[in-house]
């Protein structure tokens, strides 16, 4: 069982490996809150799982650490097992999805795992190592499933009631639920008045639906680049935990995560992975009753793979009104192209692509197609533009 002691003996072995990441106020994330963020994105690997994983491995026999140890993971996990097995001289093998970030997969290596790669998601990874676990006779190291690594995760909690004593909610990134589990578990035990409310990919809700439905559920597939909660199946211990000190669990949509991660990046100068940024979205985007409350936003990790940070960007700015595109009919003659950039120009906004198509079928021989690509900042500029372009006889076809 998860008890207060534990977590409590956990923050006691944590210390000489984790650190107490901050808090750091963040009010230009919500207008409707007092929000803070606690930073586990700058924590030692660049994500909460080592708190998890190193108390667990520091709890095992020596006849345990004798077999060496063997995990699977998206790869946060992967790291904080890489760490604490190679600090404590034990042979740790890492089984991870073959989508996993690149960044994630060297940074496991270069701590000193060997890694194999499993094609399919995250449960087709635990399958894999499962089976190497049972021919090989090592030690596994759940993710998430598991008391001890739920205690070391529950630490959290210990520190954000530190830090921020008059805390009204809490936001907790879930995929497998290790984390709001020992979050959850720590703060309604020392002080059940706090809300906690747990958020996932709305394409990936494995423990929102179970927790509908009432019983744990395995979903089909899970497809969302918030690759650290994208688990088809939640534990059960944390699944019972959930239901039993958890408020509410919410879903966030990838554009959603995506206008997180951009708001991260511009507002607060932090870096978060997808699943690090699903609590933030959940605030931004009102999907719970924090209006006027003192909340805390985990931000559980930053290992974001840098080629699909460019694409989240891009999304990003496209889900805040930033970046836009328009389509326009015209008359194929001088002087329609300057008149709509002159519009666009006035507005404030800035070309930044122009497309001009004049072989569409479904076009008259004497029309063309032009496609604009603009700079904006937001949806209300975007809206004059289009008011201003149809005043001037322009016709908007997209």
């Known amino acids: 069982m998860v008890t207060l002691d534990k977590i409590y003996h956990a923050a006691f072995v944590l210390k000489q490996v984790a650190r107490k990441t901050d808090m750091i106020h963040a009010p230009k994330l919500s207008q409707d809150c007092e929000l803070y963020l606690k930073t586990e994105n700058l924590q030692l690997t660049g994500s909460f799982k080592l708190r998890g994983a190193y108390y667990k491995i520091s709890q095992l026999s020596e006849e345990q650490r004798a077999a060496g140890i063997i995990a699977c993971s998206a790869g946060n996990h992967a790291q904080g097992v890489a760490l604490a097995a190679s600090r404590m001289g034990i042979k740790s093998i890492i089984c991870m999805p073959d989508g996993a970030p690149i960044s994630k997969v060297e ?20 399958a894999h190592a499962c089976r190497l676990q049972q021919e090989t006779g090592m030690t596994f190291i759940h993710p998430f499933n598991d008391d001890e690594v739920i205690a070391g995760q529950g630490t959290i909690g210990l520190e954000i009631l530190d830090q921020l004593a008059d ?30 409310y747990g958020v996932q990919a709305e394409n990936a809700p494995s423990m929102a639906e179970s927790v509908e439905k009432g019983e744990a ?13 994208a688990v088809k199946h939640p534990g059960d211990v944390t699944f019972e935990m959930v239901q039993k000190y958890v408020d509410a669990v919410v879903t966030v949509s990838e554009d959603e995560i995506a206008a997180a991660i951009l708001a991260l990046i511009e507002k607060q100068k932090l870096i978060a992975e997808g699943a690090g940024a699903v609590s933030v979205a959940a605030a931004m985007f009102h999907k719970l ?48 192209l300057l008149g709509v950039s002159q519009i666009v120009s006035e507005c404030g906004a800035n070309v930044v692509s122009v497309h001009h198509e004049r072989s569409d079928a479904n076009m008259a021989v004497t ?18 533009i289009r008011q201003r372009l149809t005043e001037e006889g322009f016709k908007i076809v997209n």
């Open 167 to 196: 805390v009204d909610a809490v936001i907790c990134p879930i995929g497998g639920g290790g984390l709001i589990s020992g979050v959850a578990y720590a703060i309604k035990t020392l002080n059940p008045g706090v809300k906690v």
């Open 289 to 336: 009753p924090i209006e006027g409350k003192k909340v805390v936003c985990i931000v559980s990790g930053g290992n974001i793979d840098v080629n699909i940070l460019s694409r989240v960007i891009t999304r990003g700015l496209v889900t805040a009104g930033r970046n836009s595109m328009l389509q326009i009919a015209l008359e194929d003659k001088p002087g329609q």
């Open 367 to 384: 029309s063309c197609f032009l496609t604009v690509g603009m700079e904006t900042r937001d949806f209300e500029q975007i809206a004059q």
């Open 217 to 229: 559920i395995t979903l089909e597939t899970v497809q969302t680049f918030a690759d650290g909660i």
């Open 107 to 126: 940074s496991t290596k270069a701590l000193g795992a060997e890694v194999c790669l499993v094609k399919g998601a995250y449960d087709d990874a635990y």
